[in-house]
């Protein structure tokens, strides 16, 4: 298929549902209400048990519905995806938003050969107000040949949430193409991983979306600290490690022997399993300099961070290790959770978010970077 271009894209915006009757009909809205004469919605519910269907329901005739068998977000996808007509592909979680201008930002920059156009999302809460940060902070540069040198070194680069991207159809249909193991259940974890490899990623620093935090997401802190959740985290970065690296097989790709060696959002929740509950920690070869080494040299070396995300995750990582072990869970907790700072930490990291050039325009001042807010993309979903 050739990619169309301007005024010729025709957008999909694909919304797999699970449990959000709550926020399911405001997504739809904002998906409905996106600026753009080619659009088409398509609602897919993954085997909802309350009463989202009632709400997808009230859109009919404005929508395309489908009801399906549990297959988990990555199956509701797929499944969407065979159902859509466009060219470009926004799958919009249930309890997100789109901005009207998203699709109008999109065609201004893209392009043959595009794999994902990413962009920022303004953070909301549950009912819908904005935080006043968005995520996540973007490198200064829009160089898609150097995000791929380092994701192939890294096996990560800054990207926002499944909301927080724009997809190429062609693209789209070969990531989905390759089998994927059972254990992968998340589209993320299929389109992140290979959008760097078979295509070009750009960037678009204006918010586009909104993220929505509340207590129903499956993969966040919200103000307690589960050191299971770090652990299922830090699974789910193995399984998608293992399935870069089959596909960088196939394609013949190179890849790191341990992709995860300098993987920054993978050894952070490493190094806070490690000294939350060392005897439940599923690195068992791992020790406490060899994991504190890794985390700083990554952060030095890291091309997708500023100067001074490094150096807070560089404090933070030194401030974890020095602390007594009551304290230590506070930082834990702290990193992975914005909205449980102490007021003085808040405004700290707002000063330092202050602190920036005058030569990037087009950032938003007193926004805090994806290392402020502690964002490592959560799951949500049943």
């Known amino acids: 298929m050739v990619q169309q271009e301007g ?13 959000h009757r709550n926020f399911v009909g405001a997504a739809i809205e904002s998906a409905l209400a996106v600026d753009w004469p080619h659009k088409e919605v398509i609602v897919v519910d993954d085997a909802s048990t309350d009463d989202s269907r009632s709400i997808i329901d009230g859109f009919r005739g404005r929508v395309i519905a489908y009801y399906r068998p549990k297959s988990y977000q990555l199956g509701a996808h797929i499944f969407g ?20 201008e998203v699709m109008q930002e999109v065609v201004k920059v893209w392009r043959p050969g595009v794999s994902q156009v990413q962009y920022r999302m303004n953070l909301i809460d549950s009912s819908g107000t904005q935080l006043g940060t968005a995520i996540p902070q973007f490198p200064r540069k829009n160089d898609p040949a150097k995000l791929r040198r380092n994701y192939l070194r890294t096996i990560t680069y800054t990207t926002p949430p ?17 089998p994927t193991p059972p254990t992968i ?91 939350m509950e060392p ?25 997708q961070m500023r100067v001074r995300d490094r150096a807070i995750l560089i404090a933070w ?45 087009d950032q938003t001042r007193n926004k805090p970077s994806r290392a402020e807010t502690g964002h490592l993309g959560v799951r949500r979903w049943g």
């Open 185 to 275: 259940r998340w589209s993320d974890h299929v389109l992140h991983p290979l959008a760097p490899v078979l295509g070009d990623v750009l960037t678009i620093r204006k918010p586009l979306a909104r993220y929505r935090i509340h207590a129903a997401q499956n993969g966040g802190m919200l103000g307690s600290l589960d050191a299971g959740k770090l652990r299922y985290r830090m699974q789910e970065d193995v399984h998608k490690a293992r399935f870069f690296g089959s596909v960088a097989q196939q394609l013949g790709l190179p890849a790191p022997h341990d992709p995860l060696r300098h993987n920054l959002t993978h050894l952070q929740p490493r190094l806070a399993s490690y000294l």
């Open 317 to 361: 990582t030194i401030a974890c290790v020095l602390a007594p072990p009551s304290t230590r869970r506070n930082f834990v907790l702290w990193r992975f959770d914005a909205m449980s700072r102490p007021q003085a930490i808040k405004a700290l990291l707002g000063v330092l978010s202050s602190l920036r050039s005058p030569r990037l325009p």
């Open 81 to 100: 995806f065979g159902k859509s007509t466009g060219d470009v592909i926004i799958f919009l979680d249930a309890d997100d938003l789109l901005e009207p």
């Open 279 to 303: 005897e439940a920690h599923p690195f068992p070869e791992d020790k406490l300099s060899s994991l504190v080494y890794r985390l700083m040299y990554s952060a030095t070396i890291s091309s």
């Open 7 to 19: 005024p010729a894209l025709k957008l999909s915006v694909i919304i797999a549902n699970y449990n």
């Open 162 to 178: 499944g909301s927080g991207s724009a997809y190429a159809r062609d693209f789209v249909a070969r990531a989905y193409a390759i």
